[in-house]
């Protein structure tokens, strides 16, 4: 059998006992429509490779004895980091794909990269004293545009998170020569919403984010859209009138920071939720908010906007920005909100190392 068509196989396998658990090869070949043979010599491979363990008999159709099999509980795990401005998470799934560690610690809303790596490699040093399967994969969600060809942080300006490490492993506790996968945290968000979210079955979609910073991911054509230096959809960065950027602008408002450089979600959600008239400032807010997003919509056309990160839980700045990008927008664009809330980053961030620890199966 072709090593393409072996792996198609076992990824079928492994999708049916990540879905359902512990089944017989007779249903896995009845679920995919693979016969019963290919599937039979599917699970040897994945036997062989300790992938999948046999738990013997049980009693099936009918009463007849059938043969279980499930995903192996001792395999592995794919670890996912995510450092923001305020907030830090490590989470941890299984080769399933189900939560076994989840990690999260509200940080200074003022703090920095390196403030951030040192709360996240405590974190990750918890996990590491609880968890003892081998690590296959990791991958670290960044609050900053990161370059895709050397997973470096790009240095832009008025950025919330400056700096750079050599070595995001190392950085972590994770050793020198770990294999880290880093990528913008509004890109794992997106990530997130494709796999797990409201746009399962969309193909091209816009994803903001809006949180201690704003931004974008585009998603078109079923593929992330990252940019040739990994600054595309960075929002925060856009020029308004003056020569302002977004970012500049927001974060000296009074939903800002004291530092004057990145969004106080705790201090905007606040004023946001007051009962009482929006003052003029938060809606010169939602006017700057609603013209980035729509000229974003206007250039790549992606038909569905999706807001999430902490500041979509607010209700009254959703509704206001929806009814402002509906009204300017040159197209119909339905915008609707992220059910996955803060969590975002860290779900894309873990899902694509459980992505990634799956490729790198296919590849041995």
């Given at each position: 059998?072709?090593?393409?068509?072996?792996?198609?196989?076992?990824?079928?396998?492994?999708?049916?006992?990540?879905?359902?658990?512990?089944?017989?090869?007779?249903?896995?070949?009845?679920?995919?429509?693979?016969?019963?043979?290919?599937?039979?010599?599917?699970?040897?491979?994945?036997?062989?490779?300790?992938?999948?363990?046999?738990?013997?008999?049980?009693?099936?159709?009918?009463?007849?004895?059938?043969?279980?099999y499930d995903i192996n509980p001792h395999y592995g795990h794919a670890l996912g980091v995510a450092l923001e401005r305020g907030h830090v998470a490590v989470r941890v799934l299984n080769y399933r794909g189900q939560i076994v560690c989840d990690y999260q610690l509200?940080?200074?809303?003022?703090?920095?990269?390196?403030?951030?790596?040192?709360?996240?490699?405590?974190?990750?040093?918890k996990y590491c004293r609880h968890l003892r399967t081998p690590r296959l994969a990791t991958a670290v969600s960044v609050a900053a545009p990161v370059d895709p060809t050397t997973s470096t942080i790009v240095q832009v300006p008025d950025a919330p998170f400056t700096g750079t490490v050599a070595s995001f492993g190392a950085a972590l506790g994770?050793?020198?020569?770990?294999?880290?996968?880093?990528?913008?945290?509004?890109?794992?968000?997106?990530?997130?919403?494709?796999?797990?979210?409201?746009?399962?079955?969309?193909?091209?979609?816009?994803?903001?984010?809006?949180?201690?910073?704003?931004?974008?991911?585009?998603?078109?054509?079923?593929?992330?859209?990252?940019?040739?230096?990994?600054?595309?959809?960075?929002?925060?960065?856009?020029?308004?009138?003056?020569?302002?950027?977004?970012?500049?602008?927001?974060?000296?408002?009074?939903?800002?920071?004291?530092?004057?450089?990145?969004?106080?979600?705790?201090?905007?959600?606040?004023?946001?939720?007051?009962?009482g008239p929006r003052t003029a400032e938060l809606d010169h807010i939602l006017d700057d908010l609603a013209r980035v997003i729509v000229n974003v919509t206007t250039t790549?056309?992606?038909?569905?906007?999706?807001?999430?990160?902490?500041?979509?839980?607010?209700?009254?700045?959703?509704?206001?920005l929806r009814a402002r990008i509906r009204r300017d927008a040159l197209t119909d664009v339905t915008v609707g909100t992220s059910p996955l809330g803060r969590d975002a980053p860290i779900s894309g961030a873990a899902i694509g190392a459980l992505e990634l620890a799956r490729e790198r199966r296919r590849q041995r």
């Open positions: 059998m072709p090593a393409s068509l072996a792996h198609l196989t076992d990824d079928a396998f492994l999708g049916v006992l990540s879905a359902e658990g512990a089944v017989s090869r007779a249903h896995v070949a009845k679920v995919t429509g693979i016969s019963k043979p290919t599937i039979s010599e599917a699970a040897q491979r994945l036997l062989a490779a300790g992938i999948i363990v046999d738990l013997g008999l049980s009693a099936g159709h009918r009463g007849r004895p059938t043969q279980l509200d940080t200074p809303a003022d703090g920095d990269l390196f403030t951030a790596l040192a709360d996240a490699r405590g974190l990750v040093a994770l050793g020198e020569d770990e294999s880290v996968h880093v990528d913008n945290d509004v890109n794992w968000a997106t990530l997130a919403e494709h796999r797990l979210g409201s746009m399962r079955d969309v193909s091209d979609f816009l994803y903001v984010y809006l949180g201690a910073g704003v931004g974008a991911g585009l998603l078109l054509g079923d593929r992330l859209h990252r940019g040739t230096r990994g600054v595309a959809g960075e929002l925060a960065f856009t020029a308004l009138e003056g020569g302002q950027t977004l970012m500049r602008r927001l974060a000296s408002s009074v939903i800002g920071t004291d530092d004057g450089r990145s969004i106080d979600t705790a201090r905007a959600l606040r004023l946001f939720a007051d009962d790549i056309d992606p038909g569905r906007v999706v807001l999430g990160g902490p500041l979509a839980a607010s209700p009254s700045l959703v509704d206001a």
